[in-house]
Every structure is written in C-alpha cells, then in structure tokens.
C-alpha cells in the first residue's frame, strides 16, 4: 500500500471540504438549526457506510459532540431493523425510508440524505417525499452528485476522489462540522433566551 498516496488523497477530500463545499457545509448547519431551534428535527438516510453515517450523525445531536447540553432532534432512518426489513419485504427496499420520512417528517423538517454516488433510489425517493413534506434536503454525496444533487436545497457534493471510501471522508469531516456549527449556534441562542 502507498500510505503517502493514501493520505494525499485524504487531503485532497479534507481540503475540498474545508475550503469550496464549506459555504454549503454552514448553510447545511444553518437549515438544521434552524428546523431544531423551531421544535422540528433532522431525519438522516443511507446505506452501507452510509448508514453508519447516518446513524453516527444523530448520535452526535441526540447525545452530544463536544458541548454539555440537551438533546437535539435526531434519527436515523437506517436504524429500526424491524421497520426497514418489513417495509422491503412488503413492499421494496427502495421505499425503506421514503415511508419513514412520511411517517415522521413535518414542514420544516431536515433530511440529510447520504449517498456516495448520488444515485441509490432508496435515497432518492426519500428525499423526494421529503420535498412533497415541505422539509429541506442536505445532501452529502460524491462523484458528481448524480440524480440527488437536484433534489437538494444544500449540495454537499464531494468530488476530488471517485474513491468511495475517501468520499465517505468527505461526508464524515463534512458531518462533524455541521455537528459544530449546529450545536454551538444552538447552545449560543438557549444561552440568549
């Protein structure tokens, strides 16, 4: 293995993170405080490592991610075993979250919606019940954004690899700055009130 290409690599996602999809990054942030600060939530969608993300994001605002505070609203659409298996057996793995966003989702609502290439119809089609719901859509994707991107009120393309996992760097770095943001901006307006 070339660590040193490796890390380049690595660098290159960080760099592009940190620097051009920022702008998108804070306005991502931004929906998502705002929608909590209102009494709503954050719903979060993926498959695979995507998942995982998902479900470390609301973690990360249920829980806490640097700040002592209270809880933020926060699923992930991924996790309820019993309710993705039935609904694909049922009906169709493409509707998996699709049916939880109509279920729990309300105008104002955020889903982030993950997926490296931008093109996983689950991901899709909930974030397209998610838009007829009136909530905004964050997408984190990769290698162009694929058919995700237009469904998206904030475009978090990550596009210096068309290496699935250094575009789930991206994604993950992209993640914990919207955890910063949201829960500094968050605490600093409960401080106010």
């Given at each position: 293995m070339d660590w040193q290409a490796l890390l380049s690599q690595h660098?290159?996602?960080?760099?592009?993170?940190?620097?051009?999809?920022?702008?998108?990054?804070?306005?991502?942030?931004?929906?998502m405080v705002e929608a909590i600060a209102r009494g709503g939530k954050?719903?979060?969608?993926?498959?695979?490592?995507?998942?995982?993300?998902?479900?470390h994001f609301a973690a990360e605002l249920v829980n806490r991610f640097r700040l002592e505070?209270?809880?933020?609203?926060?699923?992930?659409l991924a996790a309820d075993s019993s309710i993705l298996t039935s609904i694909a057996n049922d009906y169709s793995f493409d509707?998996?979250?699709?049916?939880?966003?109509?279920?729990?989702g309300a105008p104002g609502d955020?889903?982030?919606?993950?997926?490296?290439s931008g093109n996983s119809p689950n991901v899709l089609r909930a974030?397209?019940?998610?838009?007829?719901?009136?909530?905004?859509?964050?997408?984190?994707?990769?290698?162009?954004?694929g058919a995700l991107s237009p469904l998206a009120d904030e475009d978090i393309c990550v596009s210096a690899s068309d290496v699935t996992a250094?575009?789930?760097?991206g994604h993950e770095l992209a993640i914990h700055a919207m955890c910063y943001i949201a829960e500094a901006a968050l605490a600093a307006r409960e401080e106010n009130q």
């Open positions: 660098q290159a996602v960080a760099a592009e993170v940190a620097g051009p999809l920022r702008p998108a990054v804070e306005r991502a942030a931004s929906r954050v719903l979060a969608c993926g498959n695979g490592g995507s998942a995982a993300d998902a479900q505070r209270r809880p933020y609203a926060a699923v992930s509707e998996v979250f699709s049916k939880q966003v109509e279920a729990l955020v889903l982030l919606a993950i997926s490296t974030a397209a019940a998610a838009k007829a719901r009136g909530m905004a859509v964050v997408a984190l994707s990769g290698r162009g954004g250094r575009i789930q760097e």
